[in-house]
Every structure is written in structure tokens, then in C-alpha cells.
């Protein structure tokens, strides 16, 4: 971190060659076009540069505050951009192209976010999927699905919950 | 905002749904709240899991290439402003995880109150750097920071009744006017022998130089004084002391002047 702190490249490119494509495929089914996910992508390395400093392992993963910035920043455009579409996303389990070697730790990350999601019952994962990428809110969909707000928001709690479960249980067997 | 109302806000928090005035609240109570934020940054974890799920889209091509121009033009080019002060950020920051090591090391096994202090002491480090961040950039707004007279040390607590802790850094040049900035975090802000707290230089003649005088300190005992030395050189002044109102000193640390002090 203190390479990308002191703009070092090698730094950069390492940290591009594990992270960007996630980041990039985040951006894409958020923003909806390809041209805003490389520029969200840009501007999250270009935070992650700003902010390396705060970065402390101790309190998480590099790869989650990698992903934390990019989702904050394209909720803050989505929220900018007033009017904004926000694209309706469609899990896909499907096989990715060839990747490369460095690739192989965010596809590792997939395989830990697939595994722990599966965890989750049908209900769960679509609410969780309805606010994360479709941005609603809770009282959003409480509203939408005509269910009380307190159960919207325990059901979110206990999605989260149990995927955080699932990853620690995950990361143990690693 | 109770920890159980946030609480129940930290799951439509992480997820990036809460409302913007529910969120001001939020972020605000985890600035100091050491539970809530933990809980916070699990669910953070759990909400990221989420994005890695999706199944990977091909990559424009060049944009690892145009990050990495990106991130070298804001960082500077090798000897420019930027590069320097980032340099002596990253000393910094160095400097200020060391002290927070060394608060936890003086509190530990003392009295709950104490320690819970020290907690707190330790996650404002992030905020304490961003200041000694904020007051090098008024300092020096554009001017080159030579790295090599740039020098850095830490203060940490005298004895173990003692709190808080602080960074300190020095330009002492040969063709510039000397200056030093001290920020102190975590200092005693209700003691009846708290501010104002002196901050002097001394050298190992015993010769003395002030700094400056914290009258107030913020709700996390924090503080910082900026002076320049016309015409007076700084060579030699390494030994910097935090004194309270009764004379007595609470933080005490020496500036290392070896001209490769800052160069890793």
C-alpha cells in the first residue's frame, strides 16, 4: 500500500491486474454503460491512491475496501445523476472468458461470493440484489412488495449476516 | 444516536440505501464508536461479497495503462512538490502508527476508563494524520518540502499516569527559514493541570526554544502549532517537550535530524 501511496506503478498495475475487472463489471451493471464503469474504475484507483493511508488490514480486506469505494462512488453518481435508470441486474453464474494468471485472486474472491450468496434463501438474495444494485431502499421496498418496514429491514440484516458467515467460514478452509 | 438506533441502520448503510440525513448521523457516530463500527465494517464486507458475485464483464483495453498515467500524474512526477510531501505523509503516517503502538503499550492493564480513552486515542489517528496533513499543506501550498531537510520524530507519554501522544515535523535548512509543526492528540482536556500546555526545542546544551502554547484542545485532546525561526537555525534542537499547566511534562520525543531520516 505504500507503493500505491507513493504512486509507485508497479504498485498500480499489481493492484489493477487483481482488482479492476471486478471493479469494472461493478460499475458496468450499476451505471449501465461501459464508458461510466471505466471511469468509475479509473476514479477508484484514483481514490484508493487518495485514501491508502486509511487502509488499515487489521479491520478488513483490501479487496472489500477496494470494492466499498467503487460501490459508494457510483451510488454518489447515481444519486447525482437525478433520473438516472438504474439497470436491473441478473445474477449470472456463467464461465468468464480466459483470464490471466494475476486474475486468479478475484476469481478465487467469485467463487467465495457465489458459494456465500448460495447461502442465502431466494428472498434474501433478492432483496439483498434489489438494494445493492437497484438501489431501493428499504422503505422502497416494504412499499413495492406491500411487507412491513421492519421486516424489509431484518431480512437485509440477516442476508448480510449470513454471508459474512458464510465468507469467515470460508476464509478458515483457505 | 443511540448505538442501537445506528445499529439498526447499518445494514441499509452498507448495501448504500440510507437516506442522506440518516447517513450524516451514522458516520458521524462511528467516528467514536469503536462496537458500532466494527459491526459496520462486517457488514461492509458482506455487501461487497455481493459485487464479487457477478460474473466478470471483458476489459476496455489500455485502461490498466491509463490508470496507472492517472495515478502518476496526481502523484507526481519524481522531485516534484507532491511527491515530497507525499514522502514526508507517509513518514508521517509511520511516525503516528508507532505512537498510537506506544499508547496502547503505556494503557495497557490500567483502569477501564483509561483504557477506553486509549481506544479512542488510537482510532483518531486516521483523522489526526489528515490534519497534519491539512496544516503541511497550508505551510507549504506549492512549495517544494526538501526531503532531505525534513525531519520527523514522535512524542509519546512520560509516564504510565501519563496520556496521549504526537508527531513532530522539522524543515531545517541551510537556505530556508527553519520551521517545526507539532500535533498533539489525546492529551487531558479536563485535568485541572491541562492547557495551557508549552511545547518547546531544546538542544543538548539545554538551550530552549518555544514552539508555541495550546490553549484549548479539541473533544480528542488534539492540537497543533505551526512556527517558523527567522533567524534562528533548528540544528541541533531535537528534543521537543509537551508541558501542562503546572510545569510538568506530559509528552516528551526527539526529532531524528540524520539527513536519511526521511528518505525511506
Known amino acids: 500500500m505504500e507503493g500505491l501511496l507513493a504512486g509507485n506503478e508497479d504498485a498500480v498495475r499489481a493492484l489493477y491486474a487483481r482488482y479492476a475487472r471486478p471493479i469494472f463489471t461493478l460499475g458496468l451493471r450499476l451505471l449501465g454503460s461501459r464508458e461510466a464503469a471505466e471511469e468509475l474504475t479509473q476514479d477508484v484507483f484514483l481514490a484508493a491512491w487518495r485514501k491508502a493511508a486509511r487502509f488499515d488490514p487489521s479491520r478488513g480486506r483490501l479487496s472489500t475496501w477496494l470494492m466499498t469505494i467503487a460501490h459508494n462512488l457510483a451510488v454518489d453518481r447515481l444519486r447525482r445523476e437525478t433520473g438516472a435508470s438504474r439497470p436491473r441486474l441478473v445474477l449470472v453464474d456463467e464461465v468468464p472468458e480466459v483470464v490471466g494468471a494475476d486474475e486468479e485472486a478475484s476469481m478465487i474472491e467469485r467463487d467465495i461470493a457465489v458459494r456465500a450468496l448460495s447461502t442465502l434463501s431466494d428472498a434474501e438474495r433478492r432483496l439483498l440484489v434489489r438494494a445493492y444494485f437497484g438501489g431501493l431502499t428499504a422503505r422502497e421496498i416494504a412499499e413495492a412488495d406491500g411487507i412491513p418496514l421492519g421486516t424489509v429491514k431484518t431480512r437485509l440484516r440477516t442476508a448480510l449476516i449470513k454471508v459474512r458467515r458464510a465468507n469467515v467460514d470460508k476464509e478458515r478452509l483457505r | ?264
Open chain 2, 1 to 264: 444516536m443511540t448505538c442501537v438506533q445506528v445499529r439498526e441502520l447499518l445494514a441499509e448503510r452498507a448495501v448504500g440505501v440510507l437516506p442522506d440525513g440518516d447517513r450524516a448521523e451514522v458516520e458521524q457516530h462511528l467516528r467514536w464508536c469503536a462496537g458500532c463500527r466494527k459491526e459496520a465494517a462486517e457488514l461492509d464486507s458482506a455487501a461487497a461479497t455481493v459485487a464479487f458475485a457477478l460474473a466478470p464483464v471483458p476489459m476496455p483495453a489500455g485502461l490498466g495503462e491509463r490508470i496507472v498515467a492517472r495515478v502518476r500524474q496526481a502523484a507526481g512526477s519524481p522531485g516534484s512538490p507532491r511527491r515530497l510531501r507525499t514522502a514526508v505523509a507517509v513518514a508521517v503516517a509511520a511516525v503516528v502508527a508507532v505512537a498510537g503502538l506506544g499508547w496502547g503499550a503505556v494503557m495497557a492493564g490500567r483502569a477501564e476508563r483509561l483504557a477506553d480513552r486509549a481506544e479512542q486515542v488510537e482510532l483518531r489517528q486516521a483523522e489526526a494524520l489528515d490534519r497534519f496533513r491539512q496544516v503541511l499543506a497550508r505551510v507549504v501550498p506549492g512549495a517544494e518540502l526538501p526531503e532531505q531537510e525534513t525531519f520527523l520524530g514522535r512524542l509519546v507519554p512520560v509516564g504510565p499516569e501519563m496520556l496521549g501522544g504526537g508527531a513532530v515535523l522539522q524543515l531545517v535548512s541551510p537556505n530556508r527559514i527553519d520551521f517545526a509543526i507539532v500535533l498533539v492528540n489525546g492529551l487531558d482536556t479536563d485535568g485541572p493541570d491541562g492547557v495551557p500546555y508549552r511545547v518547546t526545542l531544546s538542544n543538548r546544551s539545554g538551550d530552549l526554544l518555544r514552539v508555541g502554547r495550546i490553549d484549548e484542545l479539541d473533544a480528542d485532546g488534539g492540537a497543533q502549532l505551526f512556527r517558523q525561526f527567522e533567524g534562528q537555525e533548528l540544528v541541533g534542537y531535537t528534543h521537543v517537550r509537551v508541558t501542562d499547566a503546572s510545569g510538568t511534562v506530559v509528552l516528551e520525543g526527539v526529532v531524528d535530524q540524520s539527513p536519511a531520516a526521511l528518505g525511506s
